[in-house]
């Protein structure tokens, strides 16, 4: 089966991360053969490169500039008419809406694989109602229940996206390799946020739970995630200033963008981000269970689907102090994070085996083929 993923690839995130695991783990669903259409070159394309895999550019795409819409769409024209693609999936609203209605005119199989949770009422999903898929893969039961507010007469699935345990090599001597970088030491409790700048992420929140620990001993932060857009250097400037005014300066690592997120999670001992609006799915917990982290989140959206009492701990949105009685108990309790971290790799697992879950994708994939067909 050959498939055409289609999305714009200017940023990176979560859709991103799927993307690259569906051409590095090929191999473990040879009926699939993902080809990838992408507007804009950045990281994503890059990375899918290096990968061998598929890349297809349609062309720079500004939705004020319609032109641009038009080429792309000429551009994906050529595309379908040259590969021969047995279904196309678009990966969000936008591209949805720009190239949607050219697969509906070549009467390809269309999927909407649903990453963010929507409410209907954004310009851009009003325009979205108007392309209607085969079917719409949401990738969590919360995002699932939001998808009739888009497409109330489409069916949907949920998909709990693939994510592989990272083979970083000799744990321990990657953590005192990274703790020797970021001049941190190894007896250090290294609490790690792995996200976007984003206000809802709750890097706000995490900062102010952990002033409230100021005074117990032996614990650093560290926040990764690198400025994308104008609104997130703002945020950063914000966090910086933050983390002085509470004075937790000296113990907080703005680590920026990093391309070795499983290095550093092989060197952290603790997971935190306390979201204060709710995660679509969250591959950041995935991947932190499978280095054998205790996640420290909050009980809002994909995130209650994932983090249970076997590997980590919830606590109420934008409650600080419970945030902080928790993580003070995980800093100060070896035990405690022992084993919750023994419970992480299973979870992930469970949820997210990379075999398991493209093999569902290629049953559900054949059922809309095959209906396709028939009809």
Request: positive net charge; charged residues 20%.
């Amino acid at each position: 089966m050959k498939i055409l993923h289609i999305y714009a690839g200017n940023l990176f995130g979560g859709v991103e991360t799927l993307l690259i695991t569906l051409a590095k783990e090929q191999s473990l669903c040879m009926q699939m053969q993902p080809h990838f259409a992408l507007c804009f070159e950045g990281r994503l394309t890059n990375e899918l490169q290096t990968l061998n895999a598929n890349v297809h550019q349609l062309g720079n795409v500004r939705i004020s500039r319609f032109w641009t819409i038009l080429k792309a769409r000429l551009q994906l024209q050529q595309l379908l008419r040259r590969e021969q693609f047995d279904v196309v999936i678009c990966h969000s609203c936008w591209s949805q809406v720009i190239f949607g209605p050219v697969i509906k005119s070549n009467h390809l199989p269309l999927i909407f694989w649903c990453h963010d949770v929507p409410n209907g009422k954004h310009p851009l999903e009003q325009w979205a109602k108007r392309v209607l898929p085969d079917l719409v893969i949401a990738n969590s039961r919360y995002t699932q229940a939001s998808v009739p507010k888009l497409y109330p007469k489409v069916n949907s699935d949920t998909l709990y996206l693939p994510v592989a345990c990272a083979d970083i090599g000799n744990a321990p001597t990657i953590r005192h390799a990274v703790r020797a970088e970021l001049n941190t030491s190894d007896d250090a409790i290294v609490i790690i946020q792995a996200s976007r700048l984003e206000r809802w992420k709750g890097q706000k929140v995490l900062l102010s739970a952990l002033a409230q620990l100021r005074y117990t001993p032996g614990w650093v932060c560290w926040l990764t995630g690198g400025v994308q857009r104008p609104h997130e250097a703002e945020y950063l400037q914000e966090l910086k200033v933050q983390v002085q005014q509470l004075g937790i300066g000296d113990r907080v690592l703005f680590l920026g963008q990093r391309n070795d997120v499983p290095r550093l999670l092989a060197a952290a001992d603790i997971h935190c981000q306390p979201n204060t609006g709710a995660e679509p799915f969250g591959i950041a917990f995935i991947e932190a269970l499978y280095a054998g982290l205790p996640i420290v989140t909050t009980a809002i959206g994909g995130a209650v689907e994932i983090v249970d009492h076997s590997c980590g701990r919830v606590v109420a949105p934008n409650d600080i102090n419970a945030l902080s009685k928790v993580l003070g108990l995980l800093i100060s309790n070896p035990k405690e994070r022992a084993n919750l971290a023994a419970g992480g790799k299973l979870r992930a697992e469970y949820l997210c085996n990379p075999l398991r879950q493209l093999t569902q994708l290629y049953n559900l994939l054949c059922e809309v083929v095959e209906h396709k067909v028939v009809a």
